[in-house]
């Protein structure tokens, strides 16, 4: 059964540092892959996705996402962080299963960028 | 275009009372998903529709059911309900392999 693990709860790191968000996951066949945001009290916002292609995908904000088919990883990077950047991240794994797609989600990891 | 509208942002119940939420898709997009979110177990799926159909289904009591009209849109129903169901409930919409698209929560709060 798929699967995606946020092996973070969360992560701290300075304003204009470098940021990585981590995920692994499981799939049965080629992954569609996924990032998330989520502000407070929101409903979640499409960051980027991969699904085919060149490996590195860029996506909005400034984030961009390493698949890495061996690791069976998608990182979530950002070159330098901003405190507008804090908020809770989820990778998201859809896969197509007998019931046509289904999305599953990683527990998500609290992002705290400090001034 | 327009987005994933969900309906009422905000709701308060009593126990064993029940509910319905709703959710208008982006047009177009024949997929509909719900997901329960609280702080203590993360995302949880509840059920996805398709044209009108369950397809799939998350571990969720039998309080908790959907449907799906021929417009696409969708509701969920919680029936009797328990002072653990106060969540933020989020609906979904999608096209195929492409990202989901999400409303922005209906707030339960169940007292």
């Known amino acids: 059964a798929q699967s995606v693990a946020q092996p973070e709860d969360q992560v701290n790191v300075a304003e204009g540092n470098p940021l990585t968000v981590k995920c692994t996951y499981s799939v049965s066949g080629n992954p569609y892959l996924f990032w998330y945001v989520q502000y407070p009290n929101r409903g979640l916002q499409f960051l980027l996705k991969?699904?085919?292609?060149?490996?590195l995908v860029k996506g909005s904000y400034g984030f961009e996402a390493e698949f890495n088919k061996s690791q069976t990883s998608f990182h979530l990077k950002k070159p330098s962080a901003l405190v507008s950047d804090s908020a809770l991240y989820f990778c998201a794994v859809r896969d197509r299963g007998t019931g046509g797609f289904k999305t599953i989600f990683g527990a998500g990891t609290r992002l705290f960028v400090k001034a | 275009k327009a987005g994933v509208t969900q309906t009422p942002r905000y709701l308060i119940k009593t126990r064993g009372q029940q509910v319905t939420l709703s959710c208008s898709p982006i047009s177009g997009h024949r997929s509909v998903s719900w997901y329960q979110q609280t702080p203590g177990q993360g995302l949880q799926f509840l059920f996805e529709y398709f044209s009108e159909t369950q397809r799939n289904k998350g571990n969720f009591p039998g309080r908790f059911s959907g449907r799906q009209f021929s417009n696409s849109r969708s509701e969920m129903n919680v029936s009797t309900l328990e002072l653990g169901d106060s969540a933020l409930y989020l609906c979904?919409?999608?096209?195929?392999?492409?990202?989901?698209?999400f409303g922005s929560g209906t707030r339960l709060t169940v007292v």
């Open positions: 979904a919409s999608s096209l195929g392999s492409d990202s989901v698209t």
């Open positions: 991969y699904i085919t292609g060149d490996n």
